[in-house]
């Protein structure tokens, strides 16, 4: 009995495993008829196909694996109405004789190289081989379905995992790398690597590339919806997944030996997206932080300005105060070298009053910038501060009507960086120069206070009048 079952099992496993077209082939050789048996392709099973895929042959050698002949057009395109249908044609001139076996989402075809003697005797014989073509047929659909809901449940298990932290804040290299972990163990690609649009050209983000392509076509276009497309159908395949968001372009090129499925396509489609978004939220994230450290930054330099500008109004003598308005400078510009020219009335010109360097009292240049008509207007002074690394002290000066500047040595020796002119309604009161011989330059909110000190400081000069 166990013998018989075990016979049973593997008579029924080598027709549902595609015994079913052996057993075919093998009753149309015992019949003596020389035909091809052949499906449409796949990519257009649904319709009038053009194109047929031989699968077997009895009595004849095909010349090709595949039939360039609009054979289907013979037959109807209604609906199955049973399990399976056999019809027969009278076909072409190159196979006269055609038999249709097909089921709701299958064909099979039959193409003898000479008409049956009955066509109907035929049919009537070919039942159960067509019944077995069945069988086989639903049996594959069902293992390509369960294969298909296989691969959706990993690829579902993939996104979850990807959800829990792709929207962590994580800087863009490291979000590079783990996109192409992502792509890399879910998708299983031969190769896979991420460059980045630089704006004229492209260059590896992440993994290793041997050739770089231009920046044109995809790579060039201005709207980059998160889709992924096909830029070379012809092994290896290449698959291009476009990620871009404001000013960041990004792009997955990923190789296959086989065209991916929809799935693949679909999960890359789904994945793009969320890559984007998570780009997004992390560039909202990214400007509310600098928002809030702006607040906050501009929060303590109100204070700071506050406490500044009430020490300088406490200075009871004109040498105090504008000792103390070279110190704020100092400590405000974080430079440890400053200048201070007043003008002088008696001598009409503006005069070295005050300096540090290296934060201590600076010796002086005694030098006279003349200025015979008076003190300079300020509608002279176009700008709230100078930036020396674009201008030099001589075309300021000049610029003011003003013969040049007298303290070259004083400012090199300082590294004067910045001159802030201390005007007020009508003229210019003083010049307050700054500089250090190694750092940065000025932040945007340090130039402010240091403008808003400088225009304070030239109202405050009346009280010394």
């Known amino acids: ?8 099992y593997n008579k029924i496993d080598f027709l549902v495993n595609g015994g079913a077209l052996k057993s075919l082939t ?38 090709s694996l595949t039939i360039e002949d609009n054979i289907t057009k013979l037959f109807s395109r209604g609906i199955t109405r049973e399990s399976f249908e056999l019809d027969y044609s009278d076909g072409t001139k190159d196979y006269p004789g055609i038999v249709r076996i097909r089921g709701s989402h ?25 019944g077995l073509i069945r069988l086989w047929q639903t049996f594959k659909r069902i293992s390509d379905t369960e294969k298909k809901l296989s691969r959706l449940s990993y690829m579902i298990l993939a996104t979850k995992n990807t959800l829990a932290s ?14 192409t972990d992502v792509l890399r163990e879910s998708l299983f690609p031969k190769s896979i690597v991420i460059l ?7 260059t590896v983000f992440n993994g290793k590339a041997d050739n770089i392509p231009e920046r044109k076509g995809i790579y060039s276009s201005q709207i980059l919806p998160p889709t992924p497309v096909v830029t070379k159908s012809d092994a290896p395949v290449e698959v291009v997944l476009p990620v871009a968001e404001g000013n960041c372009r990004l792009f997955a090129i990923m190789h296959w030996d086989e065209l991916p499925d929809d799935q693949t396509m679909n999960f890359l489609e789904l994945l793009g997206n969320l890559a984007v978004r998570a780009i997004a939220i992390n560039n909202l994230r990214a400007q509310s932080q600098q928002a809030e450290a ?27 105060f504008l000792s103390l308005l070279v110190e704020i400078f100092v400590e405000q510009g974080r430079m ?7 003008w002088n009335k008696s001598s009409k010109g503006y005069t070295l009053s005050e300096g540090r360097t290296g934060h201590f009292k600076a010796t002086l240049d005694t030098t006279l910038l003349p200025s015979p008509n008076g003190a300079v207007s300020n509608e002279k002074v176009s700008e709230p501060h100078y930036d020396l690394s674009t201008n030099s002290p001589d075309s300021i000066f000049k610029s003011w009507g ?15 960086k910045y001159i802030f002119p201390i005007c007020d309604d009508n003229s210019l009161a003083g010049i307050i120069a700054l500089g250090s011989s190694s750092g940065s330059g000025l932040d945007r909110s340090q130039l402010a206070s240091l403008q808003l000190i400088a225009q304070f400081a030239a109202y405050e000069f009346r009280r010394f009048e």
């Not at 009995?1 to 049973?8: A, D, V």
């Not at 962590?168 to 979000?175: D, G, N, R, T």
Request: net charge negative.
């Open 1 to 8: 009995m166990s013998e018989n079952i075990n016979e049973l």
């Open 26 to 63: 093998d009753f149309l050789a015992s019949k003596s008829i020389n035909a091809l048996i052949a499906e449409p392709s796949d990519s257009e099973s649904d319709s009038h196909s053009s194109t047929l895929n031989i699968l077997d042959a009895s009595g004849v050698v095909p010349q």
């Open 106 to 130: 299958w064909e099979i075809y039959i193409l003898m190289t000479a008409k049956p003697s009955s066509p109907d005797g035929l049919i009537n014989e070919l039942k159960p081989y067509a």
């Open 166 to 179: 792709i929207f962590e804040p994580m800087p863009l290299q490291y979000f590079a790398s783990f996109l």
């Open 196 to 202: 980045r649009d630089e704006g004229n050209y492209l």
């Open 294 to 320: 702006n607040i906050s930054t501009g929060e303590f330099t109100v204070l700071s300005l506050s406490n500044v500008l009430k020490v300088l109004r406490g200075a009871g003598s004109q040498s105090k």
């Open 336 to 342: 440890p070298n400053c200048l201070l020219a007043v």
């Open 402 to 416: 003003l013969a040049g500047c007298p303290w070259k040595e004083a400012f090199k020796s300082s590294a004067i």
